[in-house]
Nanobody, 114 residues
Framework: VQLVESGGGLVQPGGSLRLSCAASGVTFSTYAMSWYRQAPGKERELVASISSTGGSINYVDSVKGRFTISRDNAKNTVYLQMNNLKPEDTAVYSC????????WGQGTQVTVSS
């Protein structure tokens, strides 16, 4: 089983990034998916989650209205569109799959700085 994130990088405040997490080795459509982030010296934080069918979505308050989680079960991929990024969004972002088992991706760095 592999979860591979991509799309991180350095962006200026107010900019946008789109993270992707591609899954292999699992029946992706049966797994709820989440994005977590961890900034240096801070605890890991749940950013957004989406149910297996996409019918239920939740966000942490700090990203509501700026981030959008989505999934394409045909492509075994979950996305996190991040708009109006702020320096406090700087962190390593990881995807997480929850179903019969749980799996973590390796993470991708997002740095918001001018």
């Amino acid at each position: 089983v592999q979860l591979v994130e991509s799309g991180g990088g350095l962006v200026q405040p107010g900019g946008s990034l789109r993270l992707s997490c591609a899954a292999s080795g699992v029946t992706f459509s049966t797994y709820a998916m989440s994005w977590y982030r961890q900034a240096p010296g801070k605890e890991r934080e749940l950013v957004a989650s989406i149910s297996s069918t996409g019918g239920s979505i939740n966000y942490v308050d700090s990203v509501k209205g700026r981030f959008t989680i989505s999934r394409d079960n045909a492509k075994n991929t979950v996305y996190l569109q991040m708009n109006n990024l702020k320096p406090e969004d700087t962190a390593v972002y990881s995807c997480y799959a929850r179903g019969w088992f749980t799996y973590w991706g390796q993470g991708t760095q997002v740095t918001v700085s001018s």
